[in-house]
Every structure is written in structure tokens, then in C-alpha cells.
């Protein structure tokens, strides 16, 4: 139960952009496809069970210039590499119309999947999804701006399924701000939450929605140690002492989330992998479990996982998408994880951590 076709553990993923992908693309999630990294027959063949689905909004600017005909990713990486560069802040109205459509667009995925597809709301049914082979998909904020701080839309997104939220992207919100893509350099970059970031940690705490802490500067990060009841979690964020790129968790932020009982999710961004910082696709994926290794001898092994980044980033060339997860998995068991120790980082310290940040 819970394995893929070649028996290793199905994997369940803490980070996809698939939802821009589709919409990008027009390309359906039922059928196969060579563009992005995820649907559902490449996720059958690779193993992959689930995952956090992100909805991400975009700037008015980057919706703007693709209107023009610009290239999306290129012109994103441009605008966040510097916080002199970044948007204002986006008005509530118009995340939340933003995030209406999106969340609408997972939703009918789900619906649309005669069962197949199935939005996780507890980990009791994330583990029964996992057991059965029903494709496990939690809806998943990157970033705070759809939430008043008064805590109206968090209760109708809740509502909807929402279970976790990132407080920021690499930009500057209502609440906190993220870290430029600038590298290399340290996650130190700018001021932590505001009063209204401090609330919003504990209408969150208050509502057992996870926090997402991948993208928050690091004083945002302490400013979350400090207040919040809950596990510390990094969705897809890498050892900076092996990639010191500010997207990365520093020896002391993973010693706080192991301290926490939370969970880092290794990010498969080759740019978030390699020492040089490089968006080389000829990236091994021994480099990865190069991450993998490190966060485990740093925290222990209860406390990594996997956070793909698919459809969001860029790939190495050897993995290449979801159906290529076991080529990861072989890596993962000839570096010495095997049994119950694959298992947590498939999926089990997922399922854990999310049992405890939602009490079910
Ligand atoms: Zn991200």
C-alpha cells in the first residue's frame, strides 16, 4: 500500500506550479504531455501520489507584459533579483479575484477526475489516499495576499479546502517580504513581519492551517519561530551551506525546524541545488541527494522531504519530470534510504508533520 508500480514509496510532494502550467499551456491534466512537469499519467508512471498544489498570483506588471507577448518565467526572475525592482504590493481585490480563478481551476480538476483526483483536508485522508492510489492534491497558498486581516477569507477558504499558506513570494506584501533572487547571498535581507504579519500567524495558528516559511526573509522566519504553536515548515527551500542562495535554509533555520518537529522539502530547482547557482539543466542528481544528505545528518531523518518546485523551475535534465521520480528514489537508495527511512522522506514526513500542524 502506498507504492508506486515498481514498489518504491509513493512520493507525495510539498511544492507544484502546475496550475499556471495548465493555464499556460492549455494542456489537460489527464492527458500526457511533453510540456511542464506534471499530469496525471506522468504522476502514475513516476510514483508521485500527491502534493502541495500552489495557487501563485501574478503580479498586474507580469500579466501585463505576457499580454505583450513576453516570456513569463524570464521576466519574473527579472523583476524579483532585486527588491529595488519588485511591484507594490497588490491590492487585496485583486488577489483575491485572482485567486477565485485559480482555486476554481484546481477544484474542477478534482471534479473533473471521476475520483481520481481527491483535495486533502486531514492527514488521515491524506494517508488513505496514499494507501488507496487515489491522487492526493492540498491546496496550497504562495503568499498571504488573498487574506483580510480580519481572518473573513481565510474562513470561506478554508471553507473550500485551503490548508496551507506560504506568507510571501521573493516580494513584498501587506505582511512581510520574501527574498530577492539574488546570488549568492545571505536570507538576511530586510525587515521581519509586521503587526499585521503577527496577526495574521495567529489567525492562522488559530485556524490549524499550516505556514509555509519557503521564500520569507530570515527575519521573518524568527519572527515565526517565535510566535507560532506550530511545526516550522519550509516547502521547497535547500541547504544553503551547499547552495548559498537566499531561497535557502541556513544551518540555523534547520536546526530550528528539527526543534520544531517540522520539515524542510528538498527543492529540485537546479538553481537552488548547485554551489555555483547555475541554471544548467546538466545538473546530477547526485547533487540532489547531496541536499538531502546534509539535511538529514543536520536535523535528522523525520525531518526532510521533497518539495519539487515542478512546473515552477527548472529540472535537471536526468529527472526531467514526475515520471522520472524513480530515477531520484534509486538515487536516494544507493546513497543507503531504504525501508522505513524512504518512506518518511516519500511521503511519511509529510503526512506526520501534517497531522500535527492540523490535529486529524
Ligand atoms: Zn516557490
Same mark, same amino acid.
Given at each position: 500500500m502506498g507504492h508506486s508500480p515498481g514498489g518504491a514509496p509513493l512520493v507525495f510532494d510539498g511544492h507544484n506550479d502546475t496550475v499556471l502550467s495548465l493555464e499556460r499551456?492549455?494542456?489537460?491534466?489527464f492527458e500526457r504531455s511533453d510540456e511542464g512537469h506534471i499530469d496525471l499519467p506522468r504522476a502514475r508512471a513516476g510514483g508521485l501520489g500527491g502534493g502541495f498544489f500552489a495557487v501563485y498570483l501574478r503580479d498586474p506588471v507580469v500579466v501585463e507584459r505576457m499580454r505583450e507577448g513576453g516570456p513569463a518565467a524570464d521576466l519574473g526572475l527579472q523583476i524579483y533579483a532585486d527588491e529595488r525592482t519588485w511591484p507594490e504590493p497588490m491590492s487585496l481585490e485583486y488577489a483575491q479575484s485572482q485567486t477565485l480563478e485559480t482555486l476554481g481551476r484546481l477544484l474542477r480538476v478534482a471534479e473533473a477526475s471521476d475520483g481520481e483526483v481527491h483535495v486533502v483536508r486531514t492527514a488521515a485522508e491524506l494517508q488513505h489516499d496514499l494507501d488507496r492510489g487515489t491522487f492526493a492534491m492540498l491546496l496550497h497558498f504562495e503568499g498571504a495576499e488573498p487574506l483580510d486581516p480580519d481572518g473573513h477569507a481565510l474562513d470561506v477558504f478554508y471553507a473550500a479546502g485551503v490548508r496551507s499558506v506560504g506568507l510571501t513570494h521573493s516580494r513584498r506584501n501587506r505582511y512581510c517580504q520574501g527574498v530577492p533572487f539574488?546570488?549568492?547571498?545571505?536570507?538576511?535581507l530586510g525587515p521581519g513581519l509586521n503587526d499585521a504579519g503577527k496577526a495574521l500567524v495567529r489567525q492562522l495558528n488559530a485556524r490549524r492551517v499550516m505556514i509555509d516559511l519557503s521564500h520569507l526573509n530570515e527575519r521573518g522566519f524568527w519572527d515565526v519561530a517565535k510566535l507560532s504553536d506550530a511545526p516550522l515548515v519550509a516547502t521547497h527551500s535547500n541547504a544553503h551551506a551547499l547552495?548559498?542562495?537566499?531561497r535557502n535554509l541556513t544551518d540555523r533555520q534547520l536546526d530550528a525546524i528539527r526543534d520544531s518537529r517540522g520539515v524542510a522539502g528538498l527543492n529540485f530547482h537546479v538553481g537552488f541545488l548547485r554551489a555555483d547557482g547555475?541554471?544548467?539543466?546538466?545538473?546530477? =542528481?547526485a547533487t540532489m541527494v547531496d541536499h538531502v544528505e546534509y539535511m538529514v545528518r543536520r536535523m535528522? =531523518?523525520?525531518h526532510v522531504a521533497l518539495g519539487s518546485d515542478f512546473d515552477g523551475a527548472t529540472m535537471p535534465a536526468a529527472l526531467g519530470d514526475a515520471a522520472g521520480l524513480p530515477a531520484l528514489v534509486a538515487a536516494l537508495e544507493a546513497r543507503g534510504y531504504h525501508g522505513e527511512d524512504l518512506r518518511k522522506l516519500a511521503h511519511g514526513n509529510w503526512v506526520r508533520v501534517l497531522r500535527e500542524t492540523w490535529g486529524a
Open positions: 499551456t492549455g494542456r489537460s491534466f539574488k546570488f549568492p547571498s545571505s536570507p538576511d547552495c548559498p542562495h537566499p547555475a541554471h544548467d539543466e546538466q545538473t546530477p =542528481i535528522g =531523518i523525520d
